[in-house]
């Protein structure tokens, strides 16, 4: 049990650091998908949602955890907000593939472009109704258009760095 929540603990603690590595824009290039990725292949689901959780949890409470060494309740009031909460059906869609079909690495990058389909249009409906977008097709061009390539690469990267780590993390999985 004790290795299981310092596990958590960590992987909240990358997305932290995942999301200080950034390039300023709105919403920020971040390292943040590769970093949910990465844990979500090697953490349960339960787990991966525990993690997202508390990594949430330390940004709603004022912890400088996100991008730009940022945090506090307005992080989630602002444009990026629904980014944020759509970091928790990117991990779940990941974990649950990775549990499901676990030597399957087109099932992990099926999970993942579901994911980030998720985290888009979460993203991208929260930015259109904060940011005041004339449309849902300009939030789209804004707020998701230019992640795309990125954070497939930032996937793909993730999927090859958990078959070559999954060996490591079997007694952390169910």
Known sequence: MTKKLVTIAFAAALFAVCAWAAVPSVPPFTLQTLGIILAAGLLTPAHTLAAVGLYLAMGAVGLPVFAQFSGGPAVFAGPTGGFLLGFLPLGFCVSYAAKRFPNARRALGFGA?????????????????????????????????????????????????????????????L
């Open 113 to 173: 472009v579901i994911g980030l389909a998720l985290l888009y249009v979460l993203g991208a409906l929260w930015f259109y109704w904060v940011a005041g977008q004339p449309s849902f097709a300009a939030a789209l061009a804004v707020s998701v258009q230019p992640f795309l390539v990125p954070d497939l690469v930032k996937a793909i990267i993730a999927i090859a760095l958990i078959r070559r780590l999954r060996p490591m993390f079997r007694d952390y999985r």
